[in-house]
């Protein structure tokens, strides 16, 4: 489903980010790409959804060649993947049902079709309850839940966590890692971005190590 062939990105003035990486992620797996700070994690996200471009090397997503995607076909096409940041960026003036919807409103979702598909995500996530609540009255682990509730509306056929759990407490980490494990029951493909440790020997899922750009190890129960 995805894969990066010879991948390389270079920042000016020599800044090597990824240096030559080729790996493949199957349809429905759950994968942990881990390592630390300034591993060449993020870049790699950042790469898959378009965001930056590599310098030398191909990569495909679906019936997607993502190197080689137009400026006018990015937002159809990140549409198929849905992305979770550390960082909320949830509106703080609108509900959690208002911050929801409003992913599907930009993108011009009939009224009819934002109210079914609204309250359907959140419940997928926990967070029926809460549609009236504004961002400041969740928690921490409640609000990343209303991210990754965003992240779905669009029924993407991967979910990229990048450090969802980074600002919360071990409970609420697992809360969330708990959503994700859910969502990829369902099929979706789920790349978390971390290097939390503990989540990740307790997932038991297929681990990808970076270090310094490039894929040190690949352990499909790692």
Request: proline fraction near 5%; aromatic fraction near 6%.
């Amino acid at each position: 489903m995805i894969r990066f062939h010879n991948v390389t990105k270079m920042y000016p003035p020599k800044t090597m980010a990824v240096k030559n990486v080729t790996l493949e992620i199957g349809q429905g797996e759950f994968v942990s790409l881990v390592g630390t700070s300034g591993a060449g994690k993020t870049t790699l996200a950042k790469l898959l959804i378009a965001q930056e471009r590599p310098t030398v090397g191909k990569i495909y997503a679906g019936d997607f060649e993502v190197t080689r995607l137009r400026r006018g076909e990015l937002p159809f096409f990140r549409r198929q993947i849905g992305v979770v940041f550390q960082d909320f960026k949830l509106l703080n003036k609108k509900t959690v049902f208002e911050n929801v919807a409003f992913a599907l409103e930009v993108c011009g979702a009939p009224p009819k079709r934002i109210e079914q598909v609204v309250p359907a995500v959140l419940n997928i996530v926990g967070l029926g309850n809460k549609l009236t609540n504004f961002p400041y009255e969740l928690s921490g682990g409640e609000q990343q839940r209303v991210v990754i509730a965003r992240a779905l509306v669009h029924q993407p056929k991967v979910i990229i966590a990048d450090e969802p759990t980074g600002n919360l407490d071990s409970i609420n980490a697992q809360d969330v890692i708990d959503v994700l494990l859910k969502i990829n029951g369902f099929g979706t493909t789920v790349i978390l971005v971390t290097h939390n440790r503990e989540i990740v020997n307790g997932l038991k899922k297929r681990v990808v190590l970076m270090h310094q750009g490039e894929i040190m190890s690949d352990k499909a129960k790692g």
